[in-house]
């Protein structure tokens, strides 16, 4: 399901406000016109980065369709904002020095191969993120990461199996699964400000 930069920006804006309720106290909206959208399930990813310097601030999300998107967002967002064990929660007084980039994501697609040593030719850097799988641990890492860290897709793999916990050479076991999926992402280029569709 692909939005428009109009529907985008509105997404970024729910996302913001679902921030901003953690300390109004008031309940979040979603935009009218996009409620058949929002009403579908989907996968999602809120990320906050300081502002400026780009720092990574927070990212929480749902990797698979489990909840209405809308409902995906403002849960997303509140808890990069508030739940990334990562990092202390966000003050208030941080809303205007973050930065918030919603990402959109496709259905993951398992990569299935005969020998592990040819899944990072079927990674496309900088449009494929990725799902490590092995027995309970799991770990993800956006579409955006890879060419934002200078990664091939060998690094990428061995960076999402340690966010998985695992080591880093765990995507060449048989028990081992990998998925990719896409992403549509939309982002602030200042706090509140203009959005725009990161390619």
């Known amino acids: 399901m692909a939005f428009s930069l109009n529907e985008g920006r509105q997404l970024v804006t729910l996302a913001r406000s679902a921030i901003e309720a953690i300390f109004s106290q008031q309940k979040t909206s979603t935009p009218a016109e996009l409620a058949t959208k929002l009403a579908k399930q989907g996968g999602v990813f809120v990320t906050l980065h300081s502002y400026p310097g ?3 601030r927070g990212c929480i999300g749902f990797p698979r369709a489990v909840l209405p998107l809308g409902q995906a967002i403002v849960q997303a967002a509140q808890g990069a904002a508030s739940q990334d ?5 966000l003050h ?9 980039e919603v990402s959109m994501l ?8 005969k020998d592990p040593h040819d899944c990072p030719k079927r990674i496309r850097i900088g449009l494929d993120g990725l799902i490590i799988q092995h027995g309970f641990y799991s770990g993800l890492l ?12 060998e690094q990428f793999l061995d960076h999402a199996c ?4 695992l080591s880093e050479k765990a995507w060449l076991e048989p ?3 990998v998925y990719k999926f896409q992403a549509q992402i939309f982002s602030e280029t200042k706090p509140g400000g203009g959005v725009i569709e990161k390619k």
Do not use: C, M, Y
């Open 142 to 153: 956006l579409p955006q990461v890879a060419p934002e860290q200078g990664w091939n897709a």
């Open 85 to 89: 064990p990562r990092f202390p929660p």
């Open 175 to 177: 028990s081992t699964k």
């Open 92 to 100: 208030e007084a941080e809303l205007d020095a973050v930065i918030i």
């Open 162 to 165: 340690i966010k998985a916990g």
């Open 106 to 113: 496709t259905q993951p697609k398992l990569i299935e191969v």
């Open 54 to 56: 780009h720092e990574l």
